[in-house]
C-alpha cells in the first residue's frame, strides 16, 4: 500500500538548535518527492520538489535531502518563526494530475 | 506573487443543506484539485480536474459531491446534500504544465456543518 510517514510527530526546539525531520515512503516507483509547510488554519505552502535519490534542495535554513527510502528536512539554527507543521508528500502517477498523498506532518516548535 | 485564492474562509452550514465552495485557481494553471483536512487529521485528496473533466477521484468523493470550472477563472466544489462528517478545512490547489507536478494550494474554506 503506498503510504507515507513521518518523525518525530511533534519537536520542541531552541531558537538556534539544528535538526532533522524524516520522512519515509513506501509508493511503487518514486515521482518526485514534496515538502509543505502549514501553518494553523491555513493551506499547506510549497517548500520544495525532490526528483531523485540524492537531490538536495535548500531555503534560506532549510534543506530538503532525498534517498530512495526517505527524505529529511534539515532545519539549521531555527527562529521562532519556522514554527509550523511541515509536510511530505507524494505523487502517485507521472502525471500532473495525479493525486498527492500526505504524511501527517510533523508539529515544529522553536522557542526563543 | 500568483496565488490560488478561496471563497468564503468560513461557511457554516446545516446538516442537508448544499453548499458551493469557490476557488480561484493561479491564472495560467491548467490542472486543479479538491483536498480537505478534518481537524488533526492528514491532508487527503478528493479530485482532480483537467480539460473540463474529473482525472480522478478518492472513495470519498461519491455522488453528493460534484466540481465545475464555470468560466475562464472560477473552480468550484459543490456538496449536495451535507452530513455533519463533511466539516473540515477544504483546500483547492492548482499545477502549471511542463512537467511540474508541485501543486499549490489556497489558504482553505473552514466547513461547518450542524
Known amino acids: 500500500e503506498d503510504q507515507v510517514t513521518q518523525s518525530p510527530e511533534a519537536l520542541r526546539l531552541q531558537e538556534g538548535e539544528s535538526s532533522s525531520l524524516n520522512c519515509s515512503y513506501t509508493v511503487s516507483g518514486l515521482r518526485g518527492l514534496f515538502w509543505y509547510r502549514q501553518d494553523p488554519g491555513k493551506g499547506p505552502e510549497f517548500l520544495f520538489t525532490l526528483y531523485s535519490a540524492g537531490e538536495e534542495k535548500e531555503k534560506e535554513r532549510l534543506k530538503a535531502t532525498l534517498t530512495k527510502k526517505e527524505s529529511f528536512l534539515h532545519i539549521t539554527a531555527p527562529k521562532p518563526e519556522d514554527s509550523a507543521t511541515y509536510l511530505c508528500?507524494?505523487?502517485?502517477?507521472?502525471?500532473?494530475?495525479?493525486?498527492?498523498?500526505f504524511g501527517s506532518g510533523t508539529r515544529l516548535s522553536i522557542r526563543p | 506573487e500568483p496565488e490560488v485564492t478561496q471563497t468564503p474562509s468560513h461557511q457554516v452550514t446545516q446538516m442537508g443543506q448544499e453548499v458551493i465552495l469557490r476557488c480561484v485557481p493561479i491564472s495560467n494553471h491548467l490542472y486543479f484539485y479538491w483536498y480537505r483536512q478534518i481537524l488533526g487529521q492528514k491532508v487527503e485528496f478528493l479530485v482532480s480536474f483537467y480539460n473540463n473533466e474529473i482525472s480522478e477521484k478518492s472513495e470519498i468523493f461519491d455522488d453528493q459531491f460534484s466540481v465545475e470550472r464555470p468560466d475562464g477563472s472560477n473552480f468550484t466544489l459543490k456538496i449536495r446534500s451535507t452530513k455533519l462528517e463533511d466539516s473540515a478545512m477544504y483546500f483547492c490547489a492548482s499545477t502549471g504544465t511542463g512537467g511540474s507536478y508541485e501543486q499549490y494550494f489556497g489558504p482553505g474554506t473552514r466547513l461547518t456543518v450542524t
Open positions: 508528500a507524494v505523487p502517485l502517477r507521472y502525471s500532473s494530475a495525479s493525486k498527492i498523498i
